[in-house]
């Protein structure tokens, strides 16, 4: 071989195995600023990236660089995946494709052929992948979880985790962990029994599963009373968080089955809307922490785990920071759950007026629902959703999207009617929080329509914060202060969370709205 070919080889070789994500690479995830590896950035949850070639001093220069339709209607909830310069996300009815990051050219696309019947209960929709090696893992609307050739999106392997034709879905972004590729179950809504599966990324088979709502037998069992647990509901359908050092995966569970009514299902109702922490290579519970025992306002605790290691009253503390949809901002100590505080980030809050030592809530009295209706806050959409929350090192702050809003709970025969409160509609903010305390350090107040605010955050090292709006703008603001200072009108909905990649030195903001992927990156002068 002459040296010139030689050369090429080389470089084809060196260009393969950069394209390759190891675990290591999974791992530093947050060294490498060009990519985004994970559905939140980096296995700590912190959506928070260390670019910064767009900052506070040339955000209004932004514009968009390009769009990719993605071909379908509905909801569409992903965060896109970077690796290397290539983008690949995943759409409604699990669609997929992979786009040229810096064009938005597709290189290839994918679609599952999904059952006519379906039951996912909010939308067809999918929330990104997961990528290990030269694989892509998706869950799917039909209960499979399934790999993908990064190169040219055919199927490697196919495993069946659960029935969809009795209510199983997935809609989760996958997190992989070592060589696992770890998944939560949706349809809580539809009395399926909850659970978290690990699946091997070679060959699909199942390592291990740890079931939501227990079993006879097993501890918590007998916070269900008859056999309420067999259709106890406790889905996981967002996506966890990973701290190497402790091997622990923690992930969140939403509401218990029926949502709605608990007269048929008494007790606290484990491990529905809990923060589960699992041994990352059996699936084996080490600790948990539920945030709304025997729920009957849907206060879902499927919102992404934040992993900080800080002083915490004058002491080095492993911490774990959730903002739930109950209205809470919750702090533990994710060596062990032990509760440190919960602070409501909202001002509507009519559910609990504290908390005991151990962090079980103490119930305001006169909020049960009644059949001539009970107002109650916040409302079934939550305080917040499953939409991510961001963490900033260098402010100290955690940003999210919050709602100040109410909800009328009604008891008509064996369920709760609950709906918005129609003379309130609410009103939405972007808060920044301090995580010490709780306290609001500033906020940003949303115009347009009320009844959506299914946009997460985004933080960046250039001093920024971008988000959806609800009236259909893109926005940046400045991340010490939450002034404005760009703004992007696309008359269109906002639902998922943006995030930032890289390539060849220009930086690019990237995000789901309406049907489309929008990139946008510094325009020129």
Not at 170 to 199: C, H, M, Q, W
Not at 405 to 424: E, F, L, V
Not at 481 to 489: A, Q
Request: proline fraction near 5%; include cysteine; aromatic fraction near 12%.
């Amino acid at each position: 071989m002459n040296k010139r070919l030689l050369l090429v080889a080389l470089l084809l070789l060196g260009s393969c195995a950069q394209a390759q994500v190891s675990y290591q690479r999974l791992l530093g995830a947050e060294h490498e600023s060009q990519n985004w590896l994970t559905y939140s950035g980096r296995y700590a949850g912190w959506r928070y990236s260390e670019l910064d070639q767009i900052n506070t001093g040339n955000a209004p220069r932004l514009a968009m660089q390009w769009t990719f339709q993605v071909a379908d209607l509905g909801q569409f909830e992903t965060t896109p995946l970077v690796v290397d310069g290539v983008l690949y996300g995943t759409g409604q009815n699990d669609r997929a494709f992979a786009l040229d990051g810096r064009t938005g050219r597709p290189i290839w696309r994918y679609q599952r052929n999904l059952p006519d019947k379906l039951q996912p209960c909010c939308g067809a929709v999918n929330r990104g992948f997961a990528i290990l090696g030269h694989k892509l893992f998706m869950a799917t609307l039909d209960g499979h979880v399934i790999a993908l050739d990064t190169k040219t999106g055919n199927l490697v392997w196919d495993v069946k985790a659960a029935d969809s034709t009795a209510a199983y879905v997935f809609t989760v972004a996958p997190l992989v962990v070592k060589n696992e590729v770890i998944v939560g179950v949706s349809g809580g809504e539809y009395g399926v029994r909850g659970f978290v599966d690990a699946y091997d990324a070679d060959t699909g088979s199942r390592r291990w599963r740890f079931e939501t709502v227990p079993g006879p037998g097993e501890p918590g069992h007998e916070t269900w009373t008859g056999d309420s647990w067999k259709t106890g509901g406790a889905p996981a359908w967002i996506t966890g968080s990973f701290d190497p050092e402790l091997n622990l995966v923690y992930w969140p569970t939403g509401n218990p089955s029926p949502s709605d009514f608990g007269g048929e299902r008494g007790g606290d109702n484990l491990y529905s809307n809990s923060m589960l922490a699992l041994d990352a290579d059996t699936g084996k519970l080490k600790w948990y922490f539920q945030f709304t025992p025997h729920d009957l306002y849907d206060y879902d605790a499927t919102q992404v785990p934040v992993l900080l290691d800080a002083d915490w009253e004058g002491q080095p503390r492993k911490l774990l920071v959730q903002a739930n949809r109950n209205g809470f901002l919750y702090v533990l100590d994710r060596t062990n759950g032990q509760f440190l505080l919960a602070k409501p980030f909202v001002k509507k809050m009519t559910w609990a007026s504290g908390f005991h030592p151990d962090g079980s809530p103490i119930l305001i009295p006169g909020q049960t629902p009644t059949i001539s209706g009970t107002k109650t806050c916040p409302g079934v959409r939550g305080a917040t959703n499953w939409y991510s929350t961001a963490f900033d090192p260098d402010t100290k702050l955690f940003y999210l999207m919050a709602a100040e809003d109410c909800g009328i709970y009604r008891k008509t025969g064996r369920i709760w009617d609950r709906n918005p409160d129609p003379s309130d509609a609410g009103t939405r903010y972007v808060r920044a929080l301090n995580i010490e305390t709780g306290d609001i350090v500033w906020e940003k107040l949303l115009t347009g329509p009320q009844e959506t605010n299914y946009t997460g955050v985004l933080a960046t090292a250039g001093g920024l914060v971008f988000h959806g709006e609800t009236g259909g703008d893109f926005a940046a603001v400045d991340s010490k202060s939450g002034k404005t200072l760009w703004t992007f009108r696309s008359n269109d909905s906002w639902r998922a969370s943006p995030m930032t990649y890289m390539v060849d030195g220009r930086q690019y903001i990237a995000g789901a709205d309406g049907s489309s992927i929008i990139s946008f990156a510094l325009g020129y002068k």
